[in-house]
């Protein structure tokens, strides 16, 4: 067992303390640092804390209540009066205000206004009038009413069978299942390729032939997956964490992310289905180490099996329009396309708890059998250098 430690250690250390592999685990942390700072940055230059004037004709900002403070990085703007359009103009033209609205005597009635400016406001600036005129309005209103109308209105959509439901507060609900299997494919295609890398490296340059003279090969193919898997582990939790940061930041400033929540089921059935999938294909890819006789064969050879990972993607329409149709029941039980099927539907309905542990088994046993064919081609491939191993030998051998 001790070996079997060494060797995991070894391989571990190995990849996390590369240049290459530190390059690759801070990028997207540091990609996502890099687009907060500059949504957050447009955000503050799209938006300026000039004064907005305003002539009221129509009495109702007699005694008028300051719009609501906006959050950083937006500008809080000044509301100024002024008793004409005369005034307020000559303090446009001298630029001491970013424009000036003229409230009409009907306004109330109407709801109607007229701007002028000599550049158009920004956005973030007409909402602030708006807001401005909204809580004005709502002055005289009971509070709990003043504020329902400030909140606005949510339209929830839902499937006549009540299974499948949307929402502006549900965006984020269906993005993180989308951007967990963005995560893991990234994760699985970086870790599982340095496996596969690993392996044909040994064979080309001999190093099996030493290392089989002091452990056995069950515990030099175990140490190297389980190893295999950390470092994906590691790359996952470390981009998990850095996302969860954003989301959580992102909250203060965007309010389409104020109703993300984490759902510890939706999270459970990802971790649950995931992890076996991530074992399968590091079984798969030292397979294909130990057969090939070349590293880029090998690399040709791992696009068959990351096409198929990617293929629910190719089908996320149809998923929307029908989360529960039979080619997204097949895609769920097909080994391959069940981590990224499941997790996408996971985003658009309530997966039948039967799918879901059919999934996770079919997972399970995918993931024992790709272990075992794994340690079976190692030890059939391990000193046959610069020969390549058919798959019909490592099947048909009857003891290796």
Not at 10 to 34: D, G, T
Not at 283 to 295: K, R
Not at 351 to 360: D, G, H, K, L, N
């Amino acid at each position: 067992m001790t070996k079997f430690w060494r060797v995991a250690w070894q391989e571990y250390s190995r990849h996390v303390f590369r240049k290459r592999f530190l390059l690759v685990l801070f990028s997207v942390p540091l990609m996502i640092i890099f687009t907060v700072i500059l949504v957050l940055g447009i955000i503050y230059m799209q938006t300026s804390s000039k004064p907005v004037g305003y002539v009221d004709h129509s009495g109702l900002l007699a005694n008028p209540i300051a719009q609501p403070q906006v959050k950083w990085p937006e500008q809080f703007v000044q509301m100024r009066a002024y008793s004409d359009e005369i005034s307020a103009l000559a303090d446009l033209k001298a630029k001491k205000l970013q424009a000036y609205y003229i409230i009409p005597e009907d306004y109330q009635k109407s709801g109607q206004t007229q701007v002028v400016y000599l550049t158009k406001l920004k956005v973030s600036d007409e909402k602030q009038f708006a807001s401005f005129l909204k809580v004005n309005l709502l002055a005289k209103q009971p509070e709990a009413v003043a504020k329902r109308i400030q909140d606005g209105n949510e339209l929830i959509i839902q499937s006549t069978d009540k299974s499948r439901e949307a929402s502006q507060k549900r965006f984020m609900d269906i993005m993180l299942p989308i951007i967990a299997g963005i995560l893991f494919i990234v994760g699985m295609s970086t870790s599982s390729g340095y496996l596969l890398q690993a392996v044909v490296e040994e064979k080309e340059n001999r190093t099996m032939e030493i290392m089989v003279t002091s452990v056995s090969p069950n515990q030099l193919m175990s140490g190297k997956v389980i190893a295999d898997i950390t470092v994906g582990i590691t790359q996952l939790v470390v981009w998990a964490i850095f996302v969860l940061m954003a989301l959580l930041i992102g909250k203060n400033y965007f309010p389409w992310l104020s109703g993300f929540k984490f759902s510890g089921e939706m999270i459970g059935i990802i971790l649950a289905v995931m992890i076996p999938a991530f074992i399968m294909i590091c079984g798969l890819m030292a397979a294909v180490g130990a057969t090939v006789a070349e590293g880029s064969e090998g690399q040709q050879i791992m696009g068959l099996f990351t096409i198929p990972i990617w293929l629910p993607y190719l089908f996320i329409g149809a998923f929307i329009q029908n989360p529960n149709s039979p080619l997204a029941i097949a895609m769920s039980l097909f080994p391959l396309t069940a981590p990224m099927t499941i997790t996408l539907r996971l985003g658009f309905t309530t997966v039948p708890t039967w799918q879901v542990v059919a999934s996770i088994v079919i997972l399970i046993i995918s993931a024992i059998g790709a272990v075992w064919l794994a340690g079976r081609a190692f030890r059939l491939g391990m000193l046959r250098y610069g020969q390549r191993i058919r798959w019909k030998e490592i099947i048909s051998a009857q003891k290796v």
